[in-house]
């Protein structure tokens, strides 16, 4: 009988590595706050150019995508990610001010997992990162 011994993505030693792009500086450093305060190591990116980017070269387990961003917005940046084979199975959460109804399918055809409004409420969204990231596909 083979044994395969290996770390699940649920083993709490692990840190997991959340990416935030986000244009506004109050806005990111909340986030950041928030985020290790909880454990999560975070790297973080100020336009969707640079968050595509780092991406690719962190592979994170979570990114946090605000919509409107400048260089590439947000919804340009998740179908960039998305569609790339070495980044598409990272869960994107969309960040965003001023969600109408509607816009959610929008997110969600962009290949966004769920939506986040902002303000941010601190519990809610560590809920929902938390959902996202223990149902990650491996
Ligand atoms: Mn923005």
Do not use: W
């Amino acid at each position: 009988m083979k044994e395969v011994i290996r770390l699940s993505s649920s083993d709490r030693n692990i840190s997991k590595r959340i990416l935030v792009v986000e244009d506004n500086d109050v806005n990111r450093e909340l986030m950041r706050e928030i985020l290790e305060m909880s454990s999560y190591e975070v790297l973080m990116a100020k336009d969707g150019e640079e968050g595509v980017n780092m991406a690719k070269e962190h592979k994170p387990d979570l990114i946090l995508m605000d919509i409107q961003l400048p260089k590439i917005d947000g919804l340009q940046a998740t179908k960039i990610i998305k569609a790339d084979d070495s980044t598409g199975s990272i869960p994107v959460i969309a960040l965003t001010a001023y969600a109408m109804k509607g816009d959610e399918n929008i997110f969600l055809e962009a290949g966004c997992c769920a939506y986040i409004p902002k303000p941010i409420s601190v519990i809610s969204f560590l809920e929902k990162i938390k959902t996202y990231l223990d149902t990650k596909p491996e």
